[in-house]
């Protein structure tokens, strides 16, 4: 087999941070961190990450300092002194190892299981504390508390460029927080955060202003979005470029520096009459980096043309192809690196037979 897969491994300028290749570890929620506290195991899994030649890794996500913001008690959180350490050993690992990284910054809103946290007792946050469409399970948050996460995002960022690390993601997308302020179906609310579709962006408006202004310049903030929301996977935030583009441009005048653009199957096009999918769209509308993923890597959409697990080519084909026109930037790959550390360094060398399928037991552990 011979793929020429050198648009993988072109090096890439994300604001001032340098990237050796084109290859990003996409965050995924491990829970292996008791009380919130990342330990010597979590630095270790995103050290092998660095070894193995991923370009830039995006930590699962990291929990921002509000009481409601987690969804688990072994989910990381990016606050408290026992945590930043933990975190600020992260770095350090990676680093030595030659890698980059980022943290994202999350609030789970009102995904959030109050009955899996430490403080059960506590009402779920959401901007008309509504779960889904139609579920309402809490009171609608109140703006001083709005103002508090806003906040609690800023600190997260100052904390992650204090600690060394190379950016922040902010999670805005798949029904969390932000999405649910997105969301019509979610945003009931007839204030400024709600209303019009103008008025239900600006709460990710504030929190990115207030991330760009507790950073330097040059600290590069990326902005995770998607129209799909675990709660409805037929979902839509827009239907026309032209509504896309009005989601976008304010997001990028609040300071963003790059999207991550999530979409469950990298290769569908995001609408009629053109082949380009979610990330193409928002690298053609806004300029800014734009960063593709969904089911990139798994076998049988894209390793199994490298294990001889299916005749099917097309995707890894495709996906060079697309990043040989720049259709994109960057490509976010989760349960393939999730599975094999050295999942990039192999591709770079041509040692496909060596890729390890994706095997479901791997959720189970942190290797």
Not at 111 to 136: C, F, H, I, M, W
Not at 215 to 221: E, R
Request: net charge negative; hydrophobic share 40%; charged share 25%.
């Amino acid at each position: 087999m011979s793929l020429d897969l050198g648009s993988l491994f072109r090096p890439y300028t994300i604001n001032s941070l340098e990237l050796p290749n084109r290859i990003l570890m996409a965050p995924m929620t491990r829970e292996f961190s008791p009380g919130g506290v990342p330990g010597e195991d979590v630095a270790a899994y995103y050290r092998r990450r660095a070894e193995g030649e991923v370009g830039l890794i995006i930590t699962e996500g990291t929990t921002v300092n509000d009481p409601v913001a987690t969804m688990g008690k072994r989910i990381p959180h990016f606050h408290g002194e026992a945590a930043l350490a933990g975190w600020q050993h992260v770095v350090q690992e990676v680093h030595a190892a030659g890698g980059k990284i980022m943290p994202q910054l999350w609030h789970t809103g009102m995904a959030r299981k109050a009955e899996d946290t430490d403080n059960p007792e506590l009402s779920s946050a959401g901007p008309s504390g509504l779960v889904a469409p139609g579920k309402q399970l809490a009171e609608p948050m109140t703006v001083e508390h709005i103002e508090q996460v806003i906040e609690a995002f800023a600190d997260g960022a100052a904390a992650a460029q204090q600690l060394g690390f190379d950016g922040i993601e902010i999670h805005g997308a798949h029904g969390y927080l932000i999405d649910q302020f997105f969301w019509e179906g979610t945003n009931q609310r007839s204030d400024a955060f709600g209303g019009s579709f103008e008025k239900r962006l600006r709460f990710a408006e504030e929190v990115i202003k207030a991330t760009r202004a507790a950073t330097s310049p040059g600290f590069p903030i990326i902005f995770r979005y998607s129209q799909w929301k675990q709660q409805d996977f037929e979902a839509r935030l827009f239907d026309t470029p032209e509504r896309m583009e009005a989601f976008l441009t304010p997001l990028v005048k609040a300071g963003v520096d790059g999207f991550h653009c999530s979409t469950r199957r990298y290769w569908e096009p995001e609408f009629a009459g053109s082949d380009l999918n979610l990330a193409g769209w928002t690298k053609n509308i806004t300029g800014k980096t734009a960063i593709t993923v969904g089911s990139v890597g798994l076998s049988e959409d894209f390793i199994g043309a490298f294990v001889g697990m299916s005749s099917d080519k097309k995707s890894i084909d495709d996906l060079v192809a697309r990043l040989d026109r720049d259709e994109f930037d960057l490509v976010a790959v989760g349960r393939a690196v999730l599975q094999d550390p050295a999942f990039p360094a192999k591709l770079r060398r041509g040692d496909l037979a060596q890729i390890d399928a994706f095997d479901v037991e791997s959720l189970k552990v942190l290797a």
